[in-house]
């Protein structure tokens, strides 16, 4: 019709070229009958007259075949379309080359594969088949596997299908044919809609069915052997130690079952968010390849492409971002805005990788105005591409900028100027910093702090709308504001225990104080205590100091850091730590261990502080070597001499037959006793400290009950008395002794009834005649009585599991817990880390009298290396910096309108400027509100930067401005030493920094004389064993560069593992030669060992023409001397 050419003359046909065709309505096209050979038949060609088949399906058009088929009259064959470029003859080469005919023997076929000793029958072989993959009770596909299944092939077939259909396996054959001929996606082994998330739960239903699979292989073996099978209990069958022994070994010995990281609240949290590729049916660090560990376009909002460990671990253990959460079939999820022509939804939905392929993804920070994108184009993410498209074509929008990174990144302001490297280690550091004494909030923060503390679970937030009741050290008492009739407990108090002094997996300090007042309104959710590095319920890791980016006389050299000594005196840097130590008594072959005071060849000086029951006192400051419980063990008996036998008659048996094993400090330990915890075997007499101990936690329980009781009665009495005052007496009331309380026809007062003891208001009876309130005062006594009686029934139970005996190890008869506290200050040698990966060791304090100050006095507390910033690339510390001068200068400014004769209205000026979103907010304010209020800004004005969506350059300097500061951030500084100021201005600012857990305190280690090996008779290595320097192969170039031979000699004999040499020197020393006379080291001795294990035969072959050392002549000593010397020595060596 329209003369289109639609396919050229002596031109292929094409899939897209017989579409055409089709479109145009063209069925039949002539062609060449040679075309047609080698073409393969799509169905059996029958002759209809005879039915005999003239062409199988699948079978080649041969000239012969085609003549036959026109000879038989077969005017249509149809046939397949195989071109070899975009279909392929996959499926027709297998079929020719599977020569069985038919369902059943290929059914029989597979039954011979899987089963080859076997006779095949048909119905045996069906069943197996049936089995393999279509019966529930053997296969099980599982929810995910139909998940992956459905989104894979386009399918919908119900989540609850848990067997494969026919469906499934033709459409997987149709895939794999299809991805051959080049159609079709291959999978991304990386992609997180492959990879899923097994929580513990799931990890733990494997092993439990594993402990099932024994338990019931036991019953089996059980019954099987069993003669009367009638008269078995099921108790007799069985036994449910398999099930709990694999329970325990799981969490026990699991790689994945890890000591919580508990140094302070961020690396709690990080630590119970973490991800991990290892572990049982997991990856291994050697196998991990790249692909693996590198960031992965799906990971954005899912997994923080930041927070990774540095080491062989790197990108095999990550963190869930933000907002991420694990749906019911372990695929992380992040939230989006949905978007609908350009207008976004207020709506939050959740979307796996799955679902969010092909959606067009706009930026939490995209301009909107009346809450639809703005702008022609729009920066968006689609796939791993990002794209600049128009608003209409945007489907979902990010929830927050910091949704792609995890919690711990999220803390660290200005992120997005700090080079990824860096953000990695400062988002790691913050989790190792310690708990500080005097716990501060940063000045320069991300608005997560707060989050943070509150998730963590260590600050105690209020349950309940009420009042608090009743406040100290180691209790809150809130009364509830909102009572609910149906609820019985609605009227109990919430009592919040505070944690003090305890001790955390890391030895750093928990501790709970309260930020509340009695009579204080507090909501659900409130915080009203900190806990360990929280202010006011917020974060508070590390501490707000002034800086200086500048060289000071080289002891900040590579990344050293000079501190202001005022640090140590003010303690801004010291901590707390808390180390346990543990003392056991055994039951021995010898007899009983023993905990006492009475221990032998001890003086007084060293049991002053041990208690009667030989436990240290709590508050005694002890040191190393001092004893913190005395213990005493039997000795092996052994053949006494008659005057020891003649001590023992007079002395008594105690002094000879038990040694000295009392539990000791260590060295380098020096600390205050908190506290001690006595465990004893259930039916032994507890001794006087455990039934100390026992008595202190009754009495905070009786207290706890006091007040709940208190009240409750409270709440209940102030309900009779609105019912009583006011009406009128219908008979006296009067006491147990007769005494009259109540006249009759007497108006009731609220003095009168307050002066009639409150267990009689129940029985007053009133004029109104019907006796309604008088059954209500009847209700609320006995409900009231009914409360309390839980309560006590209650502490009862409690009081119970206090006084009952512990459960202890076999062979143990007590067990006592010393805890020490240990106050570290800030010293050389600890290190000290920013919020940005700016890392340093402590090289010198410095008196601050000689520390560089600025020009109005103020000295500065830490001097950083202005080099260790342009290498690293984390401007964000410089940045901080700046803002953190601003926000103190700020501070600064009210603290001076405090100090003045400050009017509310001028106070108020000033805060509307810092705050002017808070305008109506502030204005409402009553004085002195406004001055409280400036109160908590005179350190400095907190602010927020969040990760992404930060304060930038203009925002800074107009905040340096309001400060009164210069804008360049930089100022004149003044030389502490000379007076003279500084040539050039320096960056000048408040830095948030953090002590980090790796203290010089615990690294540091001498050792005289200690521990060996046994089979090397060198010293043990590490603090741990007491151990010693280890002189490695560099250090022996070292010594023989310098032409050392004598110190060397020494250093690998006498000093290591010369076991005769040893013995010698200590002789010479005796003598007062100090002379050194080397032997054999023991580890030579072990390599001609382990030579000669090899069936090497080594020999040590002496050489008659070298004098022996001790043989030479000495000065001063005559030969035969030194020859008798030599022999005695051999002798000594020999014998000891």
Known sequence: KTKEVLVKKNRKFTKGAIRKLQESGVDLLPIDIDELVGKVSAKDVIDESTGEVLL???????????????????????????????????????????????????????????????????????????NLFFNAERYDLSRVGRLKLNYKFKIDEAIETQILTKRDILETVRYLIELRNGRGVIDDIDHLGNRRVRAVGELMENQYRIGLVRMERAIKERMSMSQEIETLMPHDLINAKPVSAVVKEYFGSSQLSQFMDQTNPLSEVTHKRRLSAL???????????????????????????????????????????????????????????????????????????????????????????????????????????????????????????????????????????DDANRALMGSNMQRQAVPLVRTTSPLIGTGMEGIVARDSGVTVVAKREGTVDWVDANRIVVRPSKVDPKDPNSVRPDIYTLVKFQRSNQNTCMNQKPIVQPGDKVKAGDVIADG?????????????????????????????ILINEKLVKNDVFTSIHIEEFECVARDTKLGKEEITRDIPNVGEEALKDLDESGIVRI????????????KITPKGETQLSPEEKLLRAIFGERAGDVRDTSLRVPPGVVGVVIGARVFARKGTEKDERAQAIEDAEKELLMVNKRDEVKIISEAYYNKMRELL?????????VDDKGKVLLPKGEKITLEMLNEVPNRYWHEIQLDSGDGKIEEQLEQLAAKREEDVFNIEAQYSEKIAKLTKGDELPPGVIKLVKVYLAIKRKLSVGDKMAGRHGNKGVVSRLLPEEDMPYLEDGTPVDIVLNPLGVPSRMNIGQILEVHLGWAAKSLGNQIEAYLETNWSADVLKEKLKKLFPEHAPFIDKLAPEDVGRFAKTLQTGVHLATPVFDGANEAEIKTALKMAGLPSSGQAR?????????????????????????????????????????????QPLGGKAQFGGQRLGEMEVWAMEAYGAAYALQEFLTVKSDDVLGRTRMYESIVKGEHVLEAGLPESFNVLLKELQALCLDVELVEDPTMPRRAEQQQPGIPAGLAALAREVADKMGSAG
């Open 279 to 417: 572990g049982p049916g997991g990856l291994t660090r050697e196998r991990a390849g790249f692909e693996v560990r590198d960031v992965h376009p799906t990971h954005y909002g899912r997994i923080c492409p930041i927070e990774t460990p540095e080491g062989p671990n790197i990108g095999l253990i990550a963190s869930l971002s933000t907002f991420a959460r694990v749906n019911e079939y372990g695929f992380i999820e992040t939230p989006y805005r949905a978007v609908e022509q350009s207008k976004v939804a207020d709506e939050v939905q959740f979307y796996s990788a799955l679902q969010e392929e092909g959606q067009i993804i706009a930026q939490a920070n995209a301009e909107t105005k009346g809450g639809k994108l703005s702008g022609d184009l729009v920066s968006a993410r689609k796939g791993s591409d990002v794209i600049m498209t128009k608003p209409d074509d945007i489907t979902l929008m990010d929830v927050s900028p910091n949704q792609l990174v995890s919690v711990a990144a999220s803390l660290i302001p200005f992120l997005e100027h």
């Open 725 to 733: 005052v006011g009406k009128v007496t219908a008979s006296r009331l």
């Open 973 to 1017: 500084l003044i030389d502490g030493k000379s007076g003279e100021p500084f040539d050039n201005p320096v960056t000048v600012g408040v830095m948030y920094m953090l002590k980090l857990h790796h203290l010089v305190d615990d690294k540091i280690h001498a050792r005289s004389i200690g521990p060996y090996s046994l089979v090397t008779q």
């Open 56 to 130: 199988q399906c699948n079978e080649e058009l041969t000239e012969a075949k085609l003549d036959e088929l026109r000879d038989r009259g077969v005017e249509k064959v149809e046939v397949l379309f195989i071109d070899n470029l975009n279909v392929g003859p996959y499926l027709r080469t297998t079929l020719l080359a599977d020569k069985l005919q038919g369902p059943d023997e290929a059914v029989m076929e597979i039954y011979r594969r899987l089963r080859p000793g076997d006779q095949p029958a048909l119905d045996s072989a069906q069943t197996l088949f049936h």
């Open 619 to 630: 508050g005694a400051e002890v040191k190393a070597g001092d004893i913190l419980v005395g």
């Open 532 to 560: 360990p590095a929280t202010e006011t319920g917020e974060l508070a890791l590390g501490q707000n100091v002034v800086v200086a980016f500048m060289p000071w006389g080289g002891y900040n050299f590579e990344d050293s």
